[in-house]
């Protein structure tokens, strides 16, 4: 089992920035797909990017592609999600998840494990 735990978000400017971090518990994170998902307010959770266990590959939604970044740290049980560009509709509550498979994270949207989530809001 892995627990999850995001910080990070706030309020930004749109045009602004902001860096997510989720750290995992345990000692096997290099084990486990990484990803990130958002939720806005009256809206479905969405998936935004996610990378494989080694690093080696990443993907994006289209509407983040070319803004963020998903990277990772295995030796610091990490994971990152680099916000550029914001605009006000990527406001949402930011949500980290983890599977050992990469086909939850990226197919379907059913990650075995989630965080708590984070607040990312971006003013006009």
């Known amino acids: 089992q892995v627990q999850l735990v995001e910080s990070g978000g706030g309020l930004v400017q749109a045009g602004g920035s902001l860096r997510l971090s989720c750290a995992a518990s345990?000692?096997?994170?290099?084990?486990?797909?990484m990803g990130w998902f958002r939720q806005a307010p009256g809206k479905e959770r969405e998936f935004v990017a996610a990378?494989?266990?080694?690093?080696?590959?990443?993907s994006y939604a289209d509407s983040v592609k070319g803004r963020f970044t998903i990277s990772r740290d295995n030796a610091k049980n990490t994971v990152y999600l680099q916000m550029n560009s914001l605009k006000p509709e990527d406001t949402a509550v930011y949500y980290c998840?983890?599977?050992?498979?990469?086909?939850?994270?990226?197919?379907?949207?059913?990650?075995?494990?989630w965080g708590q989530g984070t607040q990312v809001t971006v003013s006009s």
């Open positions: 998840a983890a599977d050992p498979v990469w086909g939850p994270l990226r197919v379907s949207g059913t990650p075995r494990y």
């Open positions: 345990g000692r096997t994170f290099s084990s486990y797909a």
């Open positions: 990378i494989t266990r080694s690093g080696a590959t990443t």
